[in-house]
C-alpha cells in the first residue's frame, strides 16, 4: 500500500482533532463535575440517571410530607391536652357541686364557670391548622361544632373519615380525628344535662361524674392514640432519611466524576497531544527551502 504525504497529513489532522474533542470531554466533566453534559454522551447513564432522580424526588416529597404530618398530629395533641384540662376542671367542679351543702348561688356559679368551659371546649373542637379544621375528618372547610344564639351545641360532625398523608410509598398515615370520634353530640350532651341539673338544681349529680369521665376517657384514647402514630411518624421519619442518602449516594454514583481521575486523564491527553503536534511537524514533507539550506 503506497502512502502519500498527504494521507499522512489527513490522518496527522484527524487525530489532533479527535485528541482535542478528548480534552474538551475532560474540561467538561472538570467545570460541571458530570460524567455526561448529554443524552448521547452515554445513554445508559442517562437513562439510569432519570430514574435515580425520579426516586430522589419521591423521597424529597415524603420528606416535605412528614413536616405536614408533624404540624397536624402536634396540633392536634396540643388541642386534645387543653381539653382534657377543662374536663378535669369540669370534674373537679361537679364534685363540688355535689356537696349537698352549697346552696343555690354556689351552684349558680358553678354553672356558669361551667357554661364558659363548654365554650371553651367547643372552641377547642374547631381549631384549625391554616385554613383546615383538624377535628371534622375529611371535611376540614368547615367548622364541626355550631352553638346557637342560647349556647347550646346545635351541630357536631358526623364524619368518620381520617386525613391520610402519604409518608412512604404506598403508606398512608391518618393524621387528625374523624369528626364523630371525639368531639360528637354525646360528649357535648352529657355536659349541657350537668347544666341542666345546676340550673335546676335537681337531678342526680353524681351520674354526671361518670359522664365527665366517659368524656375524659375518650380524650385520653385519642391522645394515646395520636401519640402512637407520632411514633410511627418519626421511625418512618428515620427511614426516608436513610432512603435519601442512598438515592442521593446512587446518583452521585451513576453521574459524577472523579474528579482526580479526570484531572489525570487530561493531563495524560494534554502529554499525548503534544507528542501528536511534535510528531506531526516532523511527518509534513519538507518544503524546497529545506533542501536549499
Do not use: C
Not at 369540669?90 to 346552696?103: F, G, I, K, P
Not at 418519626?234 to 432512603?243: K, P, S, V
Amino acid at each position: 500500500m503506497r502512502v502519500t504525504q498527504s494521507m499522512l497529513a489527513s490522518n496527522m489532522l484527524s487525530n489532533l482533532s479527535k485528541s482535542y474533542a478528548n480534552m474538551g470531554k475532560y474540561q467538561d466533566q472538570l467545570a460541571t463535575g458530570k460524567k455526561i453534559t448529554r443524552p448521547s454522551d452515554d445513554p445508559v447513564v442517562a437513562m439510569k440517571g432519570i430514574t435515580y432522580r425520579t426516586n430522589l424526588m419521591e423521597v424529597e416529597q415524603y420528606k416535605r410530607n412528614f413536616s405536614e404530618a408533624y404540624t397536624w398530629t402536634e396540633n392536634t395533641d396540643a388541642a386534645l391536652d387543653k381539653a382534657t384540662q377543662g374536663l378535669q376542671r369540669l370534674r373537679e367542679l361537679t364534685v363540688q357541686a355535689s356537696n349537698d351543702t352549697y346552696e343555690g348561688n354556689q351552684r349558680k356559679a358553678i354553672e356558669e364557670e361551667i357554661k364558659q368551659l363548654k365554650e371553651h371546649l367547643v372552641t377547642i373542637a374547631n381549631t384549625k391548622v391554616g385554613d383546615k379544621y383538624i377535628f371534622n375528618g375529611t371535611n376540614t372547610s368547615k367548622e364541626p361544632v355550631t352553638t346557637n344564639a342560647g349556647g347550646t351545641v346545635a351541630t357536631t360532625s358526623t364524619n368518620a373519615n381520617e386525613v391520610k398523608i402519604e409518608l412512604s410509598k404506598g403508606i398512608y398515615i391518618g393524621v387528625n380525628v374523624p369528626g364523630n370520634k371525639l368531639f360528637n353530640a354525646d360528649f357535648f350532651k352529657r355536659i349541657e344535662d350537668l347544666q341542666t341539673k345546676l340550673m335546676s338544681n335537681a337531678g342526680d349529680i353524681d351520674a354526671s361524674l361518670k359522664d365527665l369521665d366517659d368524656n375524659i376517657n375518650a380524650v385520653l384514647s385519642v391522645r394515646s392514640e395520636i401519640g402512637a402514630r407520632q411514633n410511627r411518624i418519626e421511625m418512618m421519619e428515620t427511614r426516608i432519611d436513610e432512603q435519601e442518602v442512598i438515592a442521593n449516594r446512587v446518583l452521585s454514583e451513576n453521574e459524577d466524576v472523579d474528579i482526580e481521575r479526570v484531572i489525570t486523564d487530561l493531563k495524560t491527553q494534554e502529554s499525548v497531544h503534544r507528542a501528536a503536534l511534535g510528531v506531526g511537524s516532523r511527518i509534513i514533507q519538507p518544503t524546497l527551502m529545506d533542501f536549499l539550506r
